[in-house]
C-alpha cells in the first residue's frame, strides 16, 4: 500500500490553464518534495516543502501540514510544462523518501 | 544547479556482462541514493547510504551491490545483467533539509 497519494495521475490541459496537482500521506512528515520529469528521465527538483507555500516563476506549490496534503499549481500552463510530477516525502521517522506514483501533465497548444 | 552525475546515460549490453553505473556529486552531501524505475512507473529504492562505509539495501530486492568508499562516489554493480534487468536507474543525493537532487539516469537494456 503506497502511503503517498497522487491525484490526478493523468491530466490535459490546454495552454493557458491553471492547474493543480494533489499529492496527499499518511502520517507526519520532515519534508514533502515536488519532482518534475522529462520524457528524457531526468529528473528535477521544483520544490521541497515543510510548512507553507513557496513560489518560482508560474509553479506554486502548498502544504498543509494538519490536513496532510500538499499541491502544485502551474499557472498560465504552456506545452513545456508537460512532464511527469511526481511528489516524494520524507518522513518524520527517517530521512528515506517515499514517492508518489507521479501525474502525467500534457499541455496541448 | 545540481552537481550531480551519472555515467553513462545510456547503456546497451549483453547477458551476463557485469557493468557498473556511476555515481558522483559534488555537494558533500552524505546520503545517496540509488532508484529504479521502469517506465510509466514509480521510483524503487534499491540501494541507499548515509555515509562513508555505510550502504543498505532499499524497498525493492535487487540483485546489484553499492559501495560508498568516497563521500562524493556511490556506484552501482551488476555482476551479472539480465533481461530483467532493463530499467532506469536513477541516483539521487541529500542532505538534511536542502532537498534531494537527482542525475539524469542511466537507461539500462541488457539484450
Known amino acids: 500500500k503506497n502511503e503517498v497519494e497522487q491525484s490526478p495521475q493523468n491530466l490535459t490541459a490546454q495552454e493557458g490553464e491553471f492547474i493543480t496537482i494533489n499529492c496527499s500521506y499518511s502520517?507526519?512528515?520532515?519534508?514533502l518534495h515536488w519532482l518534475q520529469q522529462h520524457p528524457g528521465g531526468g529528473i528535477v527538483s521544483l520544490f521541497m516543502?515543510?510548512?507553507g507555500k513557496k513560489k518560482h516563476g508560474r509553479l506554486i506549490a502548498t502544504i498543509n501540514i494538519q490536513e496532510k496534503h500538499s499541491s502544485l499549481h502551474i499557472t498560465a500552463s504552456h506545452p513545456r510544462d508537460s512532464a511527469v510530477y511526481i511528489c516524494?516525502?520524507?518522513?518524520?521517522?527517517?530521512?528515506?523518501?517515499?514517492f508518489g506514483e507521479g501525474t502525467q501533465l500534457t499541455v496541448n497548444p | 544547479e545540481a552537481d550531480i552525475y551519472q555515467t553513462p546515460r545510456y547503456l546497451v549490453i549483453g547477458t551476463g556482462k557485469k557493468i557498473t553505473l556511476e555515481c558522483s556529486q559534488t555537494?558533500?552531501?552524505?546520503?545517496m541514493y540509488w532508484y529504479q524505475q521502469d517506465p510509466g512507473m514509480e521510483l524503487h529504492l534499491i540501494h541507499y547510504?548515509?555515509?562513508?562505509?555505510?550502504?543498505e539495501k532499499g524497498d525493492l530486492s535487487s540483485e546489484s551491490t553499492v559501495s560508498r568508499i568516497r563521500t562524493e562516489h556511490f556506484p552501482l554493480t551488476l555482476e551479472s545483467a539480465r533481461p530483467s534487468h532493463t530499467s532506469q536507474y536513477l541516483c539521487?543525493?541529500?542532505?538534511?533539509?536542502?532537498?534531494?537532487?537527482f542525475g539524469q539516469g542511466t537507461r539500462l537494456t541488457v539484450v
Open positions: 547510504s548515509y555515509g562513508v562505509n555505510s550502504t
Open positions: 516543502l515543510s510548512s
Open positions: 516524494a516525502v520524507r518522513w518524520a521517522s527517517g530521512s528515506r523518501l517515499t
Open positions: 555537494m558533500g552531501h552524505d546520503k
Open positions: 502520517v507526519g512528515i520532515s519534508a
Open positions: 539521487a543525493s541529500s542532505t538534511g533539509g536542502a532537498g534531494a537532487f
